[in-house]
């Protein structure tokens, strides 16, 4: 492959912060533009038409499609074929996020203190997660994800003979937790399985899966669908004001786990789920 | 049920904040002014300690935001509203000083229904994740306190037309609890 250097993660992961939070993704417009169709409540319809209103301002005038720009999740997948000697990735990254997020005029949300919240808050760092892979290249996904919907956020312990029904009930409370507050429609990622670290990163990686894909998993897939039936049952609505669109969507990601457990994590987005990628080759 | 795109301007007399209803649709014109986590710490402390607040907020509307930053040539960036219960904790010191209108999104604790049925005030709802599109809605903005906190200053904003949906109404009435 290519040889890469620091500067040229560096330049993209300024790019793809930009990217992220300025273009509504593909999926998530075409799920909205579903849901616009299938909508029978008036109000709800006009405010998921607001919606793609924004994701067509955001895009014309190059402002934040909201302002909470997020706090970015980078996710780094490291291909065999890569040569990572002289690279100082994590530095690149985080100068990066710092780039994109000063050129894009998005928000400095990040205290680097949690208990001290030092003022005014700054671009970064963002949180980094390495994969090495049996892929080819090098991919950098950029997922800058709210926090009013990163606070709604579940990890549930379930023993392991728990039923399915009594997981199905636990993911759709978090939904009802979440209520009108985390701004529905919601994309849901769930990561099953793992540790209890494991089980959160797989939610949230769960949300990078395009909203018109389904697990290759069958009995995955078919939790996926029914899980997205009962949610919309909810009739918690856009805003939270009532109607049939209360997700767009929800991927589940599945892993090994322990004979005494069953992790369950929700990760809950806001309709704004952005994020965007970029792979060396 | 709603009225669609009643006009309405700062400040709220008592007779228009009367007339709004839980589930009604407004324009809203005028002054209001940013404030969330920080500030709101910040403002009620110092009512605390002297008794009166570092700036008048009687009979004025405060608006969960903290906006991106603004580029060149624009009024302001996404500016979108923030979720609104963080705040319940300080929200009734606020009315209790005369804050008459408050604007964000998602659901209020019953002691805030309750306080802003005391004083007769309104809780309305912005479209949350609609920052670029309530941007356009911005004539100007002007950071006035707490700079210090960058996105979470108390910005004085004016604005035109903003799209409104009453959430709580000065009877109390919730949209949520319908």
Redesign the interface.
């Known amino acids: 492959m290519k040889k890469i250097n620091s500067e040229m993660i560096r330049r993209a992961v300024a790019h793809l912060c930009v990217e992220a939070n300025i273009k509504l993704r593909r999926d998530v417009c075409a799920a909205l533009n579903r849901a616009v169709k299938n909508e029978t409540n008036a109000?709800a319809k006009r405010?998921l038409k607001?919606?793609l209103?924004?994701?067509r301002?955001?895009q014309a005038?190059?402002?934040?499609?909201?302002?909470?720009?997020g706090m970015p999740s980078v996710f780094v997948e490291i291909g065999r074929d890569v040569n990572t000697q002289g690279l100082n990735i994590d530095q690149a990254i985080q100068k990066g996020i710092e780039d994109g997020y000063r050129k894009g005029?998005?928000?400095?949300?990040i205290v680097s203190d949690p208990l001290l919240?030092p003022?005014?808050?700054k671009f970064g760092p963002g949180v980094i997660h390495y994969d090495f892979g049996s892929h080819q290249g090098l991919k950098i996904t950029v997922l800058p994800k709210?926090f009013?919907c990163e606070?709604k956020t579940q990890l549930k312990m379930f023993t392991p003979t728990a039923s399915l029904d009594e997981i199905k009930k636990f993911i759709i409370s978090v939904v009802k937790e979440s209520?009108?507050?985390?701004?529905p429609p919601y994309i849901l990622g769930v990561g099953i399985g793992g540790g209890a670290d494991q089980a959160v990163l797989l939610a949230k990686k769960a949300l990078l899966r395009p909203l018109d894909k389904s697990s290759s998993l069958a009995h995955v897939a078919r939790l996926e669908k029914e899980l997205l039936k009962k949610i919309n049952q909810t009739k918690i609505g856009p805003?939270?004001?009532s109607g049939a669109t209360t997700a767009l969507g929800i991927s589940v990601l599945a892993a090994p786990t322990h004979i005494a457990g069953l992790p369950v994590a929700v990760s809950i987005s806001?309709?704004?789920l952005r994020s965007a990628s970029v792979h060396f080759k | 049920m709603?009225t669609s795109n009643r006009k309405i301007s700062t400040p709220l007399d008592e007779k228009t904040l009367k007339s709004l209803k839980a589930g009604d649709e407004v324009l809203l014109s005028g002054e209001i002014f940013t404030a969330r986590d920080?500030a709101h710490k910040r403002l009620v402390e110092t009512i605390a300690k002297s008794g009166k607040p570092p700036i008048d907020l009687k009979n004025k509307i405060i608006y969960y935001?903290?906006?991106?930053?603004?580029?060149g040539g624009?009024v302001i960036?996404?500016?979108?509203p923030?979720?609104?219960?963080r705040m319940d904790r300080f929200t009734p010191q606020l009315l209790q000083i005369g804050l008459k209108g408050i604007i964000g999104?998602?659901?209020r604790s019953d002691v805030v229904r309750r306080s802003i049925c005391k004083h007769g005030a309104v809780y309305f709802?912005a479209?949350?994740?609609?920052?670029?599109?309530l941007?356009?809605c911005v004539i100007s903005a002007k950071p006035i306190l707490f700079k210090?906190?960058?996105?979470?200053a108390v910005v004085r904003l004016v604005v035109k037309d903003f799209?409104l949906?009453v959430g709580i109404d000065s009877k109390g009435q919730d949209?949520?609890k319908r």
């Open positions: 109000r405010l607001q919606l209103d924004n994701a301002i955001a005038d190059k402002v934040a499609l909201c302002q909470d720009t005029f998005l928000r400095n949300s919240r003022q005014p808050p709210g009013g606070n209520g009108p507050d985390a701004c805003l939270g004001l806001c309709h704004v | 709603s920080q935001c903290g906006p991106t930053r603004t580029p624009r960036g996404s500016c979108g923030t979720t609104s219960s999104k998602g659901r709802l479209t949350g994740g609609a920052g670029a599109f941007s356009r210090e906190l960058g996105p979470e799209p949906i949209i949520f």
